[in-house]
């Protein structure tokens, strides 16, 4: 019995080493299939039609975020980033309405960041209601060095910047001179603020988006035109006199493309 026990003893750290290696192997192996364990897809809105890959590295197609179609989107998790209990997954999408590329981490209360992230977005397919009564078309470019939002809070931190050419399609309709606009993404007292400003030889416009961490959203835009016929056709779009300049103003909850 002496010589078992010892033999036993001896075999105890080998033992306990196969079964930690055994362990990683499964785990660094999990195929990516198995992603529904770790994330609730119906509280993310997130939806595909299949995966292939492991949890660590793998590809998703046809996948779409509350709505909004991204094709194809490849992801690589960082193992170190897990240490910290605030996962680091490298993402890429090509091939839907948002395509871009960018650093997304998870961390504790629902904190939510995004880092050197960029994405061209298909207006059309984000926004089907259209824009001032209009149907939307053009693009949008958004560069985000730095975003972090949460539940408790809205937004902490953003440095970005935003252009989109949405505006020129209505504009085309009335005769009018393409209006580009170009912009910041910041944060104000918890909300998540987007400005905008354009300008043609015939109008500047303003544009202002606040998001609070409900996801309530308010826009008002403010155009300045320098002739009537200009003014007269901001009226068909909904915008109202006010100060000497055109305002427009909408409100609502984001729940998903076209909300």
């Known amino acids: 019995m002496t010589r078992e026990r010892s033999l036993l003893t001896g075999m105890t750290a080998p033992l306990a080493v196969a079964t930690l290696v055994f362990v990683v192997t499964l785990i660094v192996n999990a195929p990516a299939s198995l992603l529904p364990v770790f994330v609730d897809l119906d509280e993310a809105q997130i939806s595909y039609s299949g995966v292939s890959g492991t949890v660590w590295n793998g590809n998703v197609s046809d996948a779409s975020i509350a709505g909004a179609p991204l094709g194809a989107v490849s992801f690589e998790v960082s193992p170190w980033s897990l240490l910290g209990f605030s996962p680091q997954i490298a993402l890429s999408m090509q091939g839907g309405a948002i395509a871009g590329e960018g650093r997304v981490t998870v961390g504790p209360g629902r904190k939510l960041s995004l880092k050197d992230s960029s ?9 089907p ?7 939307a078309f053009g693009l949008a470019k958004l560069e985000i060095r730095d975003l972090s939002v949460n539940n ?14 949405v505006l020129d399609a209505p504009a085309k309709r009335f005769n009018l001179p393409a209006l580009p606009m170009a912009g910041a993404i910041t944060c104000d007292r918890g ?29 008002t835009a403010t155009a300045r035109p320098a002739e009537e016929s200009v003014a007269s056709a901001l009226r068909v779009f909904g915008f109202e006199d006010e100060n000497g300049a055109l305002t427009y103003g909408s409100v609502g909850v984001f729940r998903g493309t076209g909300s």
């Open 119 to 127: 994405a061209d977005i298909e207006v059309a397919a984000i926004a």
């Open 129 to 135: 209601r259209g824009v001032f009564g209009e149907p």
């Open 152 to 165: 408790n809070v809205g937004c902490i931190s953003a440095d970005g910047s935003i252009w989109t050419d």
């Open 191 to 219: 909300e998540l603020l987007v400005t905008l400003f354009g300008e043609n030889a015939r109008a500047r416009a303003d544009i202002t988006l606040r998001i609070d961490r409900t996801l309530a959203y308010e826009i």
